[in-house]
């Protein structure tokens, strides 16, 4: 239900606009994942679809945004300023509505049901 695209080889200091796609329906969140060769899946940005509320690693605070657009459906990661450790496959996953949820609840793999194939993310240095 969920079809992620967009990533690819850009060098050390570009950008890449992620995007995943879910098939007309919407799910009550969203989240982009992603696992670097060798590592652990690990969390990078995540948003409520209702409240357009948004979440963000650490890692990745002010380098990375993630939006919805209501009229297609779909939810976007723009990626900028990117080095040679954000190579890594990225997942977009989609949760359904289960009531009122922390926020820490965003950041975990297991409030999500739904996951896409996954996109290359290469950064060259």
């Known amino acids: 239900q969920l079809q992620a695209s967009g990533g690819g080889l850009v060098q050390a200091g570009g950008s890449l606009r992620l995007s995943c796609a879910t098939s007309g329906r919407t799910f009550s969140r969203y989240a982009w994942f992603r696992q670097a060769p060798g590592k652990e899946r690990e969390f990078v940005a995540a948003?409520?679809?209702?409240?357009?509320?948004?979440y963000y690693a650490g890692s990745v605070k002010g380098r990375v945004t993630i939006s919805r657009d209501i009229a297609k459906t779909t939810v976007a990661l723009q990626t900028n300023s990117l080095t040679p450790e954000d190579t890594a496959v990225y997942y977009c996953a989609a949760g359904e509505f289960r009531g009122l949820i922390s926020s820490l609840a965003y950041y975990r793999e297991g409030e999500y049901d739904y996951w896409g194939q996954g996109t290359l993310v290469t950064v060259s240095s």
């Open positions: 948003i409520r679809w209702s409240t357009s509320t948004t």
